[in-house]
């Protein structure tokens, strides 16, 4: 048996206090962090704040209206209060609703965020994340930093003292620091919904059947929800089902279309047909999805997603206009596509005049490889592109220049990037056609793609290059919203580049229709690209 005096006997009963008090410090540290995160984000078109706190209830204060309650889907009794706060004027495109009556005109502006919560749910998640951890650090640096503070300040010789009066009660005194620091810090944020005294709160019947079935109201949001939330509800589900029946649509069509492919039907002219070309290695092939001017129509998101998973897509190009306004609270628009991108597959964007430098940076933190001049390169093609040079925000007086950088000097620019580069660019991805001109002229770039004319043209020969301009996948039509059921036609293509010629092989044209009708084209050629003239480019 040990010494109880020997050196070894003493050093043990030294270290574990210490231990003991370091695990306390991180406990404390990381509930106080957890019970104590916030973060500004949106909510649908409002300014909102989230709070965690420990009351197992996500609740959402709407102020004097009142709140709406629903169990909290986290663990450890956790949840989240978020208090909405104004639509921000920079979100110019919605009136300002003066009554509760005219709050039920902004339909389309709440069903742009209901058509796809998750978005918001993993940006929250994450930003709350990430605050916790900051919040935990400072925590912990605080409590090591004081420490040591008082440690100095007390001095050697008054610790040793101290100790000696400490010691015989210290597991006791260590194990009471770290319950009162854990039970006060919980206890600050709030108390478990267990714990709480029971109030009589009714469950709204107007969320029957959707995600807040069973949701508690209070307060005068009660008579507002049961006055407009129907309506809400029923706008709803009919963007669900339109875009359920699109998706189903397009799945079938997509079926048929690769039945097609995989067994070609005997020409009866003996002239080949559409699809037919000349052999390709299709193992080799790198396969494109081009899609445009989304414009928060989250609802073609899943379609989206079928044609990438359909086609084995190895990467997405977004040709700009992702978001409507370029607007803080469409943050979830692009968290939104970006997860309808299957894992294993880049998300290529080149940001057009409604996006702003804020979505872009929402949209490369949702994992999107956002454009800014320089080349990327995925799966060996070559990719240049930029954000566009102008601007356009609804109801703040239209388009104007975003920067110092107008579009002719934009265009230069590129053009003096894509000759300047030595391995050669396979691609310029820009939102606004006119902008790609001079590279197209300049013949150092084989193959264009934009969008922003809300029409498709092309592919057409442009001087020694290939123009192709995508029509909207938002199915954007001029005066009509691009949320809800589609008021336009909604259009991807699907495009294959060959890596040895690098040169775009063919491309299918995917459409779907308002009435939730979808097409898939056959393989159409893409036009041959002549080769640059050591004389300049040829003339059109």
């Keep these: 048996m040990s010494d109880p005096s020997s050196p070894e006997a003493r050093a043990e009963r030294r270290w574990w206090p210490r231990v003991l008090l370091l695990v306390a410090a991180v406990l404390v540290s990381l509930t106080f962090g957890i019970t104590t995160a916030s973060v500004e984000s949106s909510l649908g078109p409002h300014e909102a704040r989230y709070d965690v706190t420990t009351d197992d209830t996500v609740t959402i204060d709407l102020g004097p209206l009142g709140t709406l309650q629903i169990d909290s889907p986290l663990p450890l009794t956790l949840g989240v209060r978020v208090t909405v706060q104004e639509i921000p004027a920079s979100v110019t495109e919605l009136d300002q609703a003066r009554t509760l009556a005219a709050l039920s005109g902004d339909l389309q502006s709440y069903l742009q965020f209901f058509s796809g919560p998750q978005a918001t749910v993993q940006d929250v998640a994450r930003a709350l994340g990430a605050e916790a951890l900051e919040r935990t650090a ?12 008082v440690r100095f300040l ?4 008054r610790r040793v003292e101290l100790h000696d009066r400490v010691r015989p009660h210290l597991r006791s005194v260590v194990v009471g620091i770290v319950v009162v620091g854990l039970v006060g810090t919980v206890l600050t944020s709030s108390v478990g919904r267990r714990d709480r005294p029971s109030a009589s709160q009714r469950a709204s019947t107007v969320f029957d059947g959707t995600p807040l079935e069973g949701a508690r109201v209070t307060g005068r949001l009660g008579g507002v929800i049961d006055t407009y939330g129907g309506q809400v509800v029923a706008e709803l589900r009919k963007n669900e089902k339109f875009y359920a029946e699109a998706n189903a649509s397009l799945q079938a069509a997509w079926d048929e279309r690769q039945e097609l492919l995989d067994h070609p039907e005997p ?11 000349e052999p390709e290695d299709d193992e080799n092939l790198v396969t494109a999805v081009v899609v445009s001017d989304l414009h928060c129509n989250v ?11 359909g086609s084995g897509a190895d990467l997405v190009l977004d040709a700009g206009d992702t978001t409507i306004n370029g607007t803080s609270v469409e943050q979830y628009c692009v968290t939104t596509f970006a997860r309808a991108v299957p894992d294993g597959v880049e998300l290529v964007t080149s940001p057009g005049n409604h996006d702003s430098a804020e979505t872009s940076r929402n949209y490369a933190r949702a994992g999107a490889t956002v454009l800014d001049g320089s080349v990327v390169e995925v799966d060996g093609l070559r990719i240049l592109g930029d954000r566009d040079p102008n601007e356009t925000r609804v109801g703040a007086g239209g388009t104007a220049q975003a920067g110092k950088e107008s579009a002719a000097d934009e265009a230069q620019r590129l053009a003096d990037v894509a000759c300047d580069d030595e391995e050669g660019v396979d691609l310029l991805l820009i939102h606004t056609p006119g902008v790609g001109e001079r590279a197209l002229a300049s013949g150092c770039v084989p193959a264009q793609i934009s969008g922003h004319l809300h029409h498709r043209y092309g592919p057409e020969r442009v001087d020694d290059a290939v123009r192709y301009i995508s029509s909207s996948t938002a199915g954007a039509t001029l005066g009509q919203p691009t949320v809800g059921p589609l008021n336009g036609v ?19 044209l995917i459409q779907v229709r308002p009435d939730a009708t ?9 036009p041959a690209a002549l080769p640059p003239s050591v004389d300049g480019p040829s003339p059109v």
């Design 154 to 157: 007390v001095g050697p010789a």
């Design 490 to 508: 909604a259009e991807m293509t699907v495009l294959r580049w060959n890596p040895d010629t690098r040169r775009f092989v063919d491309y299918q």
């Design 138 to 149: 400072l925590a912990l640096g605080v409590l090591v930093g004081g420490w040591y503070l």
């Design 299 to 309: 609802g073609m998101a899943p379609l989206i997603r079928t044609v990438v998973e």
């Design 267 to 277: 020409s009866t002219t003996g002239s080949p047909s559409p699809e037919a070309s």
């Design 518 to 526: 979808a097409t898939v084209s056959p393989r159409l050629k893409w």
